[in-house]
């Protein structure tokens, strides 16, 4: 059986990547299994999807905790330890990465002894974002080496047809050509054996006493409890604020964005408080003298790096 | 009574610099909900329950965490106004039997969606109305059951690709009007507003804040997963929504609808459409031009007789 694990972000296309990878082996003569999986986050937080295919039936069920393939759509969810992009994975494993950066960097930083294949990150721009699904499912059709270039058009036809021609058009050029990047690795995902439930060991539970309500009842006696989130997480672009720029306004940044993340000081400067920004961008769009930037945050963390070296 | 004139927020200089809802919460990067949510709550403040039905923001108080600085309480997408009601009961109680002092009393906010309010929930709320309950009602409006992946509501716009309109027209039906089913209740208050015109919905928040009786407030939240837009678009196409005349700005009190912003020169309805993929059907591959005008239309003739 392949058990093939999608990472990526909410809104990056990656349950479209597993339905068009899903109904390409279908369209190859497998069983298939497809699945997303999210949790209360949205757009921005980590999100999951399955495919499993085999020639018999497919009795397993539930997320794949040893996958025989990893994709992960975008390589700043890989130090995200709730993103779980490593979990499970061993010398058999092949990890597909959208990054910049060469896969030995990759080998060396996970101490991963299996095969590492890099996809380039195209553009800056969000608005190609939505093709990455559309990209790393054409890649991981080579990889498998199961699945025809036929097969794999079929599936983006079908599964993207509502949208339109155009949107069909540009997706199956993007999957077509990183399924033709990919030729010299075609095949080297390999399956790997069924699981038998006899094999199953049960997790470390933890027993709970039965405690009364006044005790067990889920209140929170704290305010504003949330801030322990960090959703500066989700970011991939930093809004960074200029301060020669800014001519303190007061409140265009801060009553605008969404999250509440800008307060103005005394003194009418804003400050972004980066543990909490999600990266939406409504600032840089919004400040009228565009005193703010937007950086990658990848560049944004290497400078924050070099800084404190310095 | 109240008017703008006795507002602490006569000028844009006067909104919260700083901000009391917490961070950190899983609303999606960009969502307009969240945005007017915590503009109202700077004026609200943390006196306050907030009564939540199912949707988006019920995720902002997911055990142990809550943006909320006061109580929430959870209930069934149809009863939040009911919930309200038990919890106002409640305080009454505890005031009338000097178990609380006055001053800790605390103003009852039911939070939900367009789902909720236009639909679900529309005979709960009714009834509260016609209780007097005192009570603030915010429902963020991002027309569509946002949560469960944007199936149209009733407050989903005409022609609108929602996950249940598909196909080239979109939503064959229209966005109901809530402001005035809500109005004909005769409550204390009736307010729309939208977060991309702060000072507006800060002074009729704090209108509403100072007033008793069932306060009702309808928010247009931008919603970027939802009506498929980058994020970072949220406030231009917030404001495009006032300025083409999409989203009336008003205010109901006393039996008289009085609008807060007339557009002077509206933008053509064309602009706000263009920006969203829900409406990207309407010019693309072929433009089309007949609902394309019939929703202008419509606009037009809302605004035609409108003087104040
Ligand atoms: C009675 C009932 N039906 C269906 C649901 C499932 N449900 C949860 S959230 C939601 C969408 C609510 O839409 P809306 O009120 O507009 O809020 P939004 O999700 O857009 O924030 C639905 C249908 C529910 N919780 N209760
Ligand atoms: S789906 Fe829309 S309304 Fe819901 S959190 Fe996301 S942006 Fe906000
Ligand atoms: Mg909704």
Redo the contacts between chains.
């Keep these: 059986m392949y058990r093939i694990r999608f990472h990526g972000r909410?809104?990056q296309g990656m349950k479209t990547a597993s339905r068009i990878l899903g109904t390409a082996f279908f369209l190859e003569g497998y069983e298939v299994q497809d699945a997303p999986r999210y949790g209360?986050?949205?757009?921005?937080?980590p999100i999951f999807a399955y495919v499993r295919a085999d020639h018999a039936a497919i009795n397993e069920r539930g997320i794949i905790q040893h996958p025989d393939l990893v994709i992960v759509a975008d390589d700043s969810l890989v130090p995200v330890a709730g993103a779980g992009v490593v979990t499970g994975i061993d010398a058999h494993t092949v990890l597909l990465i959208n990054s910049d950066e060469p896969p030995e960097l990759w080998k060396q930083r996970l101490n991963f002894a299996g095969q590492v294949f890099t996809l380039p990150v195209e553009t800056e721009d969000?608005?190609e974002l939505r093709f990455i699904g559309a990209t790393c499912s054409g890649a991981a059709a080579r990889l498998l080496g199961v699945i025809t270039r036929a097969s794999l058009s079929q599936a983006i036809t079908e599964e993207l047809q509502?949208l339109?021609?155009?949107v069909v058009d540009k997706n199956l050029a993007k999957a077509l050509t990183a399924y033709d990047l990919m030729e010299a690795h075609r095949g080297c995902v390999g399956t790997s054996s069924k699981v038998s439930a006899t094999d199953y060991q049960n997790p470390a539970w933890v027993n709970l006493p039965f405690d009364d309500a006044r005790i067990a009842a889920?209140a929170?006696h704290a305010?504003?409890?949330?801030?322990?989130?960090?959703?500066g997480l989700?970011?991939t672009l930093r809004p960074v604020i200029d301060y020669e720029l800014c001519n303190k306004?007061?409140?265009i940044c801060?009553?605008?964005?969404?999250?509440?993340?800008i307060?103005?000081?005394d003194k009418g400067v804003p400050h972004i408080?980066y543990?909490?920004c999600?990266?939406?961008?409504?600032c840089?769009?919004?400040c009228p003298p565009h005193a703010i930037a937007s950086v990658p945050e990848q560049e944004a963390q290497a400078q924050d790096a070099a800084g404190e070296v310095t | 009574m109240t008017d703008t004139a006795e507002t602490i927020f006569k000028r844009l200089r006067d909104l919260p610099s700083t901000h009391l809802l917490g961070t950190g919460t899983p609303m999606c990067a960009g969502c307009g909900g969240l945005q007017a949510l915590h503009q109202i709550y700077d004026i609200i403040g943390e006196k306050s329950v907030f009564i939540n039905a199912a949707g988006c923001m019920t995720l902002l108080s997911v055990f142990p965490f809550t943006p909320f600085r006061g109580s929430w309480l959870y209930t069934a997408m149809a009863s939040a106004p009911a919930g309200a009601q038990g919890v106002r009961d409640a305080l009454d109680i505890l005031l009338q039997q000097q178990r609380i002092a006055a001053e800790e009393d605390m103003e009852v906010v039911v939070l939900t969606g367009d789902g909720a309010a236009y639909g679900m929930g529309l005979s709960s709320t009714s009834g509260a109305m016609e209780r007097d309950l005192d009570f603030l009602y915010i429902c963020y409006d991002n027309e569509g059951y946002g949560n469960t992946g944007q199936q149209y509501s009733g407050a989903t716009p005409h022609a609108a690709l929602t996950s249940t309109s598909k196909g080239p027209r979109g939503f064959s039906g229209f966005k109901k009007d809530l402001f005035s089913i809500w109005a004909a209740h005769e409550p204390a208050y009736v307010a729309t507003v939208i977060g991309t015109e702060p000072l507006d919905l800060a002074r009729k928040i704090d209108k509403a804040r100072n007033m008793t009786g069932p306060r009702m407030i309808i928010a247009l939240a931008p919603c970027p997963t939802g009506w498929d837009y980058d994020p970072k678009q949220s406030v231009d196409i917030g404001k495009l929504a006032v300025r083409t005349g999409i989203w009336p700005l008003k205010e109901y009190e006393n039996g008289k609808v009085v609008h807060t912003k007339i557009p002077k020169q509206r933008k053509p309805v064309e602009e706000y459409l263009q920006c969203q993929g829900r409406f990207r059907h309407l010019f693309e591959p072929q433009r089309n031009d007949e609902l394309i005008d019939a929703l202008q239309a419509k606009v037009d003739s809302y605004w035609r007789d409108i003087t104040e």
């Design positions: 909410g809104g209360a986050e949205r757009r921005g937080a969000r608005a509502a339109g021609d155009a889920p929170i305010a504003a409890t949330s801030v322990q989130v960090n959703t989700w970011r306004c007061w409140w801060s009553s605008f964005c969404p999250d509440g993340a307060d103005v000081d408080d543990d909490h999600k990266g939406c961008m409504v840089v769009a919004q």
